[in-house]
Nanobody, 124 residues
C-alpha cells in the first residue's frame, strides 16, 4: 500500500503563488509517475500535470502550462507542484495520485493511489 498526503493549499490572491507538496509513504518503491489533478465545485476532476517516475519528464494541461511546474525528490518521496500567476479559475481541491506506470498518465483511471486533497482558493 502507498499513502499520499498533500499539503500547502490555502487562500491566495490572484497573481500569487503557492507550492503544493505530495508526500508518499509505504511501498513507495513501486511508484512510477505522479499526477496532479484538481476538482472545482460542480466539475469533473481534471488532469493538471504529471511527472514521470524518473522525474526527467513533466507534462501539463494547456490551462496551466507556463504557470505551473512539477518537480520530484525521490530521496524524500515527495513531489511538488509550484503554482505561479494563479487565477480565480484555479480554485479547486488539488489531488496527487500515484501510478505503477513509469510514463506520465493523463487519465485518472490509470492511477492506483490518491491523496485526500488540499484546497486552493484564489481570490480576485
Amino acid at each position: 500500500q502507498v499513502q499520499l498526503v498533500e499539503s500547502g493549499g490555502g487562500l491566495v490572491q490572484a497573481a500569487g503563488s503557492l507550492r503544493l507538496s505530495c508526500a508518499a509513504s509505504g511501498l513507495t518503491f513501486n511508484i512510477g509517475a505522479i499526477g496532479w489533478f484538481r476538482q472545482a465545485l460542480g466539475k469533473e476532476r481534471e488532469f493538471v500535470g504529471g511527472i514521470s517516475g524518473s522525474g526527467r519528464t513533466a507534462q501539463y494541461a494547456d490551462s496551466v502550462k507556463a504557470r505551473f511546474s512539477i518537480s520530484r525528490d525521490n530521496t524524500k518521496n515527495t513531489v511538488y507542484l509550484q503554482m505561479n500567476s494563479l487565477k480565480p479559475e484555479d480554485t479547486a481541491v488539488y489531488y496527487c495520485a500515484a501510478t505503477f506506470s513509469r510514463p506520465i498518465q493523463t487519465n485518472r483511471d490509470a492511477y492506483h493511489y490518491w491523496g485526500q486533497g488540499t484546497q486552493v482558493i484564489v481570490s480576485a
